[in-house]
Structures are given as structure tokens and as C-alpha cells.
């Protein structure tokens, strides 16, 4: 083999290993990247919605609800509960969202059990202790708002709620007991007050709604 031939040869071969060597470094860089994006888009949606609320005026919402949560059976005069997956004993709670603002839209609305705005859950320290886990249907599709291995969800977003008599809903709320041990829940029979938040993202602005959970 002539040393032209040779040179050549050697020369295609640097060419190809500075190639692989960029598809590497580039495909480095692509995967680290991937991991610092995957890494934003679990940043908590208060943090995101904060940052993106805006001077919108929040609308003026009503919100309404029919039936209570009811587990006076389920829960015995210890405070505890025999079996997993029991679903409430009356039928579930709905409620409905009204916008009666004349002059502002609700914008980006989110049903939740936390309150974005005030930070603060909505179900207190009992309920947040015990075993019971909420969800809401919208759509036909039943989406967690609290489990007791999760936490508080980021909730649904429903959209935007005209103003001028504006309505979303129907809106069915479920809650599903597991076993628990004695004391787990209150053992004298007492209702303990629940609440849910219909929340404007574009104002930052929460308004909240009350259940009862009966004992």
C-alpha cells in the first residue's frame, strides 16, 4: 500500500472518531438537558401558578355543594376501621361553580383541596393523618385530590367560567376509607369540616367551599 493511500485511509478514520466524538459530546449534552427539563416539570404547580398569576381581577365565585361525607357506620366507637376500600354510605357530595361576576371571566380555574393561595390544606391534621383518599369526577374522569401515600394533588384544571351567571359542574366528590386502627379517627361521633377550593390562577384567588364528615 502506497503512503497516499495509507495517508488517506488514516485520515478518514480521524475525520469518523471527531464525528462519533461530537455525536457523543452532543448526546451528553441532550441528556443532561433532558434531566434539568424533567427536573423543572416537577416543580409544584403553586410555585408555577405564582409566578405566572398576573393583575387580573379575580372573578366573584360561588360555589355550592349537596351532601356530606358520611362514614358513621365504617367507623367504629374506637376511632378505627375494619376494612379497606370502603366508600361512603350515602351517596357521594356534588357541588357547582358560579361565576357571578358581571365584569371578570374566571381564568385557568383548578378545583383543589389545598389552597394555593393561603397555602394551607384543606383538610386538617385528622384527616391528614388518618386513611381516607378524595377525588373529584370531571368529564367522566376521576382524578385524586388527596391520597394518604401522595399528599394533596395539584388538582383539576376546569378552564375558564364565564362571567354573567357562568356555570361548571355538576362536579361528584368521592371519598374512599381504608383500614385504621383505634383512635385513628375521631371516637365520639364528631363532624369534622372539610374544604374545597375553586382556584383562579390568573388572580392568584381562592374561594373555598365546606363539607361536612361525619364520624
Known amino acids: 500500500m ?3 493511500s495509507s495517508g488517506k485511509i488514516w485520515g478518514s478514520v480521524l475525520i469518523a472518531a471527531i464525528l462519533v466524538g461530537s455525536l457523543s459530546i452532543f448526546g451528553t449534552w441532550y441528556y443532561l438537558d433532558s434531566i434539568d427539563t424533567d427536573d423543572q416539570t416537577i416543580a409544584s404547580l403553586q410555585s408555577q401558578l405564582s409566578s405566572r398569576a398576573t393583575t387580573i381581577s379575580p372573578a366573584t365565585l360561588t360555589l355550592t355543594n349537596t351532601g356530606a361525607f358520611t362514614f358513621d357506620t365504617a367507623i367504629d366507637a374506637n376511632g378505627g376501621v375494619a376494612s379497606d376500600d370502603t366508600a361512603d354510605e350515602d351517596a357521594a357530595p356534588t357541588f357547582t361553580i358560579t361565576n357571578d361576576d358581571q365584569n371578570d371571566n374566571s381564568i385557568g380555574t383548578y378545583i383543589t383541596l389545598y389552597d394555593l393561595e393561603g397555602s ?7 384527616l391528614e393523618a388518618a386513611t381516607a383518599s ?14 394518604p401515600e401522595g399528599g394533596y394533588s395539584s388538582g383539576v384544571l376546569i378552564g375558564n367560567i364565564a362571567k354573567n351567571g357562568g ?15 383505634d383512635d385513628t379517627y375521631p371516637d365520639d361521633a364528631s363532624d369534622i369540616t372539610i374544604y374545597l377550593y375553586a382556584y383562579q390562577s390568573s388572580a392568584d384567588d381562592s374561594t373555598r367551599l365546606a363539607f361536612t364528615f361525619s364520624t
Not at 394551607?120 to 385528622?126: C, K, R
Not at 378524595?134 to 391520597?147: A, E
Open 134 to 147: 378524595f377525588y373529584v369526577t370531571v368529564g367522566g374522569v376521576r382524578t385524586p385530590l388527596y391520597t
Open 2 to 4: 502506497s503512503k497516499k
Open 167 to 181: 356555570v361548571a359542574g355538576a362536579y361528584t366528590l368521592t371519598c374512599i376509607i381504608d383500614s385504621a386502627a
Open 120 to 126: 394551607d390544606g384543606g383538610l386538617g391534621a385528622v
